[in-house]
């Protein structure tokens, strides 16, 4: 259901004072997850305006409020004024940052607002992988919009039913969501990839994740050593 705020049904219902004020904005706009991204309404009158407020409101948000006279605006949020145009800076947009938005100005003689709908793209986030214990791999795509799931493959062949995915939402409206194979025959590479329920496809590149029975991050580590010392073995050798 449609909620707005008291203030906004106001603005929405009531004559804008004989057209003395127009205010000028693209309904919908798409905006790319984590760029910088400006709304804008443009302003307009027949004659000259003597304003008093202007500021921005987000529907569903009673203590959303940015006013460009302020310097307590909310976080990741700045807006502008001119006498042409009333400016929303989003900095780092995120899918919490979804919704209307509503341009608003008071003048002597009337007031009046208007609306952006504003969505969001997809959000690639991180990817990673690691060995998660004696045969088992592990994938994990944080900070990712829209939700989704992990498939595993082998090659052709799928391997998504011997995996558990968990999935967890954060608090910017992302996810972190993470897979983990248990792998019962010894092969090279594995594959996982992001597959979106809500867009029917694959959100993400595909990632090989490569898998050896022994392989673990200790013995990695110890790998390494044992090479270090091997060096300055025949290091010292060659000098004597």
Known sequence: MLFVTP?????LTSDYSKGEIHLHAFKHQ?????????LQCNISSPTPLNVVQV????????????DP???????????????????LTISNPTPANMGAYFCCIKTDSGHGAKHINVSIGECTGELSNQIAGPNQIQCSFNSVYPGAVINWFHYDKDLTSK???????????TFNITSVLNIQDDKKKYTCSLWSLEQGRY???????????????SSRI???????WTLIF???????
């Open 30 to 38: 798409r905006v790319n997850c984590n760029e910088k991204t400006v």
């Open 234 to 240: 025949f290091s010292l050798m060659y000098f004597d």
């Open 222 to 228: 110890s790998t390494q050593h044992r090479l270090s």
């Open 203 to 217: 959100l993400n590149q595909e990632i090989e994740v490569p898998y050896h029975a022994d392989s673990s991050p």
């Open 69 to 87: 006279t302020s310097d307590n605006n909310p976080p990741g949020f700045e807006c502008n004024y001119t006498e042409k145009s009333l400016t």
């Open 55 to 66: 500021f921005w409101r987000k529907q569903d948000e009673e203590d959303f409020k940015c």
């Open 163 to 173: 995996s558990t995915t968990t999935s967890l939402l954060n608090s910017d409206g």
């Open 7 to 11: 203030f906004l049904i106001i603005l």
